[in-house]
């Protein structure tokens, strides 16, 4: 009889198996074969997912995206009054653990080849409009902008902060850990707030 595979859980195996591979050897290092060799299949069977590495590549970013994504809007979803909501789903964006630092890790190398490959491009540039809206919604929250304050370009300046959190905490964890990434965001937010 034959064994029934579930084919997205089988392509989110290999793209994490890529993610591992990235973060080991880089992105020239995730060949094909390497992948295979990483996840546990052969190149035919992973070239069944994957035709090309840039296939793996164009799939393993978009699994970030997809991953970060879903966190934030679990937060930004969850009913009732809640004061903290904002900065809660922006630090889902922020490699504050071992999941989103690895998320974050593959993001940012995939971002470098982005330059050159027109697909992750496109995901990069998808990714920037929805941190940059996101920004924006915490920032319409009631009271979390002082009044005269341009809420376009404070939206700009957070996306700003966010990527300056996320850069630093993934390329020396030790200088800024989750606590103090954490208590950055939180008084950048603070000091746009509207304290009557």
Known sequence: MPRTVDAEARRREIAEAVWRVVRRDGVPGASV?????????????????????????VFAMTLV??????????????????TTRGLRALEEVLPLDDERRAETEVWLALTARALVDPRLAALRDGSAEDLLALCALVLREP?????????????????????????HAATRPAALPADRAREVLAAHLGSLRDTR
């Open 65 to 82: 995206q997809e991953r970060a994504r879903a966190r934030v809007l679990a937060v930004v979803s969850a009913a009732g009054p809640d």
């Open 143 to 167: 009271g979390a902008l002082r009044p005269g304050l341009d809420p376009a370009l404070e939206a700009e300046r957070l996306y700003a902060v966010l990527d300056g959190l996320a850069l």
């Open 33 to 57: 074969r390497a992948v295979a060799r990483e996840a546990g299949t052969s190149m035919g069977s992973l070239r069944h997912w994957f035709a090309t590495q840039d296939d793996l590549l």
